[in-house]
């Protein structure tokens, strides 16, 4: 039996953010794991009963569990989802965590939303929330994963991410030994396609690359004077390196690229001071994804199509809202209907000069 006054509300950020800081002390980032072609079909996060895809935060929790890259499958659902299609989670199954933001309307004097007011006095808050879902490989009864096929998402097709690069509008300059993108000129830096490994390399590496180019003040519009070695630097490498991975698993790029040990240790200390960064972040990076995709006609289409669909099933974060000030300072009654309370009864040349540069 819990008292009221041993309770303490859950820290969703501080959660994530300790799970992303554990992992990355061990050197590697977490959203990264070694691509096997054997399993095939690996794809960013949807929810297998609605078909849509989840975003920021969640791209960055699902699709770095274990499970998904272990069966190549990456269909995710609720307890009740999966009942209404008739699928059952086995007993003893433990959930995984996405989170949302749950937007509350209050009225000037703190009331909840309902009463008779002006609506001139009505603000809308946004409260980070949390919700539980499972894998699709702890379901039975849940049909076998076809991955789409090329007919489905031409997105998946090799010449992707060279049609990406055409449509983006940003030169890419072919030469030298590095890759890299110059914010003061606005252009893409690549060594010849044969000084890569694989094709997949340098897509993966195209793609980090051009996730840069979208803080130009004509696409996006991020600060990119952070000097090479900065924290403002690294930062923005965190999210040119989330987005590059959002995209990789959207186009069926497997190529890992190495990042830095610096990069890594700028990222832990940015996590460690400010809980709500890699939720920054993530949010930085999906923007980045969605405008670098929406650059392939097939793709823009799908999302269209999805983005006038009723309704959502399972709530996904909204990165573009700023999360929500402290609990205290919202009225008691609703941090308790919130959950936000206990229960009233116990219950390249120049460094400076460019961002990125990936080889």
């Given at each position: ?47 297998a009963s609605t ?307 990936g080889m």
């Amino acid at each position: 039996m819990t008292r009221k006054d041993d309770w303490t509300p859950k820290d969703h950020y501080q959660e994530v953010t300790n799970r992303i800081v554990q992992a990355l002390e061990q050197g590697t980032p977490p959203w990264r794991r070694p691509w096997d072609q054997g399993i095939g079909g690996l794809s960013g996060p949807v929810n297998a009963s609605t078909g849509r895809r989840y975003r920021g935060i969640n791209v960055l929790l699902l699709g770095s569990n274990p499970r998904a890259f272990e069966t190549g499958d990456p269909r995710w659902c609720s307890y009740k989802q999966a009942q209404e299609n008739g699928w059952q989670v086995r007993g003893g199954e433990k959930a995984s965590t996405i989170f949302f933001f749950k937007r509350v309307e209050l009225k000037g004097d703190g009331a909840v939303e309902g009463d008779n007011d002006n609506d001139d006095d009505r603000k809308t808050v946004p409260v980070l929330r949390s919700y539980p879902v499972f894998h699709a490989s702890q379901m039975d009864g849940i049909p076998a994963y076809k991955p789409p096929t090329v007919e489905e998402a031409p997105w998946r097709e090799p010449e992707a991410v060279r049609a990406i690069l055409d449509a983006s509008g940003v030169p890419v300059r072919v030469g030298g030994d590095r890759a890299f993108y110059s914010p003061s000129t606005d252009h893409i830096q690549m060594p010849v396609a044969q000084a890569f490994g694989s094709a997949e390399g340098w897509s993966a590496t195209a793609l980090h690359e051009l996730g840069h180019a979208t803080g130009h003040p004509s696409r996006l519009n991020r600060d990119l004077r952070g000097r090479f070695g900065s924290a403002a630097y690294a930062m923005e490498e965190l999210r040119a390196e989330l987005a590059s991975v959002f995209m990789q698993g959207e186009l069926g790029v497997g190529a890992d690229i190495h990042q830095h040990a610096a990069y890594i240790d700028s990222w832990l200390d940015a996590l460690r001071k400010d809980k709500r960064e890699i939720f920054r972040a993530a949010g930085d990076a999906q923007r980045i994804a969605d405008w670098c995709l929406s650059r392939h006609p097939a793709y823009r289409a799908a999302m269209e199509a999805e983005a006038d669909m009723d309704g959502v099933s399972i709530p996904v974060i909204d990165s573009s809202r700023e999360p929500v000030a402290a609990a205290a300072e919202m009225p008691e009654h609703l941090r308790r209907k919130l959950g936000m309370m206990p229960p009233q009864s116990p219950p390249p040349t120049d460094p400076a000069a460019v961002i990125g540069m990936g080889m």
